[in-house]
């Protein structure tokens, strides 16, 4: 992009998880007065508060530019950590209203996959130890209930960096082992403490380990751009794997941010077959081609790479980019396709990726930025939006899901004069609710209908008249299928 805006330029669009009340309409012969519209918010600053899911809080995502028509369909997933509002993996749509939420975890890479011809939700959970990750990979189905737990092989534990799922249902993921080895080549101890980057392919249904590959043996620690800490007794982390992937021809392309480069990874041998960048690159770099404590390497259909190239930390670059680079393996040269700017030029001291969506848009999340972007394939920005605070997303992704809770819709019944009552419907994670049916009645099992309204956000309002010790709501779709009940509660003053 050759474009610059200011961030005063964008349009901005609140990304409220309750709008305002619905009118309902009438079923049967009830007088109008039964009828009213209220004014509802879900936000409560950079934090969203729900009156039917108190315990869900939340970031508010605000957008930037709104979504052009030409953007590719589906949700945006995030996994919120380090700022406003609880931590969790966390799906919006494209206005930055709430579709599901899962609160205190500390996730990374949360995305849709396919496990066993099913659509999954996954992500790393765990805790952070010197930049990596000491945790585990989970397994949701569009239920929302947990499939499966995998753990890293040969008495490792997972590092937060990747887990993806391939066709054949095995799983890729990193791995830091603190080990030791030489390191004076880089002004160290003859024998130091160093973390070694290592990458596994797993059998998720056995957990025995198909592949395993060691950066020490194959990548020197002169490789790295980093120096040893000054403190002796810390590891290196001289390699910094973060992303892997298996290529067509079933080999592996590792990433790894501390060398500024790109493996290509013989899966027989564990052997190095070439290097993209960094101080030993087999490739020409081509003008703009250089990248810098970059993520996210991929294998693009058409046989290009792309990359997410953070450009920091400490500085190397103006500003981070996505970039697209074209590999000539006859003649060893790179060369850049294009390269995916952000307006506010934001600078990702860490953490970030780069998609490539099938209708060939790019989306794009900005590490310890706060931004995800989508640009249509030239390089236009066509849909914005935007973490509150300091709040950071590792990694950020636009995907189809349909999700059909377990769990009951929830519901919250305030009293107000006058038999006036506002009743508020939520049901975390269901996609397929185009309509809310207000139920009434003497008893949970005297229920009748009072009308019904459209569905508004995350939680939607309710007004009705109605002097009926108990309410519930009833979920329903676009073709007035029942999708699911709430218990019924007793309103309160």
Not at 79 to 99: F, N, S
Not at 332 to 360: D, F, I, K
Request: charged share 25%.
């Amino acid at each position: 992009m050759s474009a610059r805006h200011t961030r005063r330029e964008f349009i901005k669009v609140a990304g409220a998880g309750v709008v305002g009340a619905t009118l309902l309409n009438t079923l049967g012969c009830r007088p109008p007065d039964w009828i009213s519209t209220i004014a509802s918010s879900g936000r409560a600053g950079s934090t969203h508060s729900f009156r039917s899911r108190p315990d869900l809080g939340p970031p508010v995502m605000e957008v930037n530019v709104r979504a052009s028509d030409n953007v590719a369909p589906g949700y945006v997933f995030v996994g919120p950590k380090k700022g406003e509002g609880q931590d969790g993996p966390m799906i919006v749509d494209d206005h930055g209203r709430l579709v599901w939420f899962a609160r205190d975890r500390y996730v990374t890479d949360f995305k849709a996959q396919s496990y066993r011809g099913e659509p999954v939700l996954t992500w790393w959970e765990g805790g952070i130890v010197a930049g990596h990750g000491v945790g585990e990979y989970v397994i949701f189905d569009s239920s929302y209930r947990e499939v499966r737990r995998v753990r890293a092989g040969n008495g490792y534990r997972g590092d937060l960096h990747e887990f993806s799922i391939t066709p054949r249902d095995t799983a890729l993921i990193t791995i830091y082992a603190e080990t030791r080895t030489d390191l004076s080549p880089v002004g160290g101890p003859r024998v130091g403490p160093v973390w070694e980057g290592i990458a596994q392919e797993l059998d998720i249904e056995t957990g025995e380990v198909l592949f395993e590959w060691r950066s020490l043996e194959h990548v020197g620690v002169e490789e790295s751009y980093r120096g040893p800490p000054e403190d002796r007794s810390e590891p290196f982390d001289y390699f910094h794997i973060n992303s892997i992937e298996v290529d067509p021809d079933g080999d592996f392309l590792i990433d790894a941010k501390g060398t500024w480069a790109v493996y290509k990874v013989d899966r027989g041998s564990g052997g190095v077959l070439w290097r993209l960048g960094g101080k030993r690159s087999d490739f020409e770099m081509g003008p703009g081609t250089r990248f810098a404590y970059q993520h996210d390497a991929r294998r693009q259909r058409e046989g290009t790479i792309t990359i997410f190239d953070n450009g920091a930390s400490p500085q190397v670059h103006e500003q981070s980019r996505g970039i697209v680079v074209e590999l000539d393996i006859d003649a060893m040269t790179a060369t850049l396709v294009r390269e995916y700017t952000h307006p506010e030029e934001p600078l990702a001291t860490s953490q970030g990726n780069m998609q490539v969506l099938p209708n060939g848009n790019v989306f794009i999340g900005w590490g310890t930025e706060p931004f995800l972007s989508e640009y249509s394939k030239d390089g236009k920005l066509i849909f914005d939006i935007e973490l509150p605070g300091e709040t950071q997303s590792y990694r950020a992704f636009r995907l189809p899901w349909g999700g059909r809770p377990d769990e009951d819709p929830a519901v919250a019944v305030e009293k107000g004069p006058d038999d006036k009552v506002t009743v508020y419907a939520s049901w975390n994670g269901a996609t397929e609710v185009s309509t809310w049916q207000v139920l009434a009645g003497a008893s949970p099992d005297e229920l009748e209908p009072l009308g019904s309204g459209p569905w508004k956000g995350f939680e939607t309002a309710l007004a009705v008249r109605t002097e009926e010790p108990y309410v519930a709501v009833r979920a329903e779709d676009d073709s007035g299928r029942v999708l699911g009940t709430s218990e019924a509660v007793k309103p309160r003053s």
